[in-house]
């Protein structure tokens, strides 16, 4: 995927987007997408991938090569897999408290995380709360100040730092979803353009709103994607009326 790429020139923030399955499993992960396009938006970021070989005993690159580790997580049955990433592989030691300045800031973000940090807590040293497109920036625009001294991050919103114990976070949220929509519609549509084999045919996502007003307790979705927001009706319009091509601004002659 060509649009990803971007070479490393000394002084940039290197940071890698780390998926705890090989990259057939991984790259059809959307988050993962969504989370390199909003760091290249960064002049001084270089980003990178990083997956677990077929048999779990490599990574594509060392993790120890990066300033920053994003862990996207999605699924409680990952947890193990991402502490090997780390400690068994990478030689980081997957506990928090026992990591230094040598040692790349670890990052941990999902729903799953969303909907309950603790199980992670010991072995991240933040963790987001809220939705990417907040949250992505504000890491990376405090970074040069912050640096690897995690407490100063407790003040921003939607940073958990699980070392200072437990403590208030106030979740990180977009009000309105006209960017949010277009980001993730395009991302989807760049990826079925690329050449990572999708299993889905022709992809069009579209967001129409987060959270959900039934607040069913057996839904996590509904839970961590609140508070309900739906997007605005001008702005669905134009994404499908741009996909059938009657609009401007068309991605490539898709569909």
């Given at each position: ?100 300045v040598d040692d790349p800031l670890i990052v ?74 277009k980001l993730i519609h395009d991302t989807a ?41 739906f997007a605005d009706i001008n702005s669905i ?19």
């Open positions: 995927m060509s649009a990803y790429r971007k070479s490393y020139r000394k002084g940039m923030i290197r940071v890698a987007i780390a998926y705890p399955s090989n990259s057939r499993v991984a790259l059809q992960s959307l988050s993962i997408h969504i989370i390199r396009k909003l760091l290249n938006e960064h002049s001084n970021v270089y980003s990178d991938f990083v997956f677990m070989s077929d048999d779990g005993k490599s990574t594509t690159k060392s993790l120890r090569d990066f300033d920053i580790v994003i862990f996207s997580v999605h699924y409680e049955l990952d947890y193990p897999r991402i502490l090997k990433m780390m400690g068994g592989i990478s030689g980081i030691n997957p506990y928090s408290p026992q990591r230094t941990m973000g999902g729903p799953t995380l969303m909907a309950n940090p603790e199980p992670m807590a010991p072995f991240a040293d933040i963790v987001l709360i809220g939705d990417a497109e907040m949250l992505i920036p504000a890491l990376i625009n405090y970074y040069p100040d912050y640096g690897k001294n995690v407490e100063e991050y407790a003040n921003l919103t939607g940073f958990y730092v699980p070392s200072l114990g437990k403590h208030d976070v106030t979740k990180a949220f977009v009000r309105d979803l006209s960017y949010s929509i549509i760049e990826l079925s353009l690329s050449n990572v084999r999708s299993i889905f045919s022709n992809p069009a996502i579209l967001e129409v709103m987060r959270g959900c007003p039934r607040g069913c307790l057996f839904c996590m979705e509904g839970f961590v994607g609140r508070p309900v927001r319009k134009g994404l499908v009326l741009r996909d059938l091509g009657k609009g401007e601004g068309l991605v490539n002659g898709y569909p």
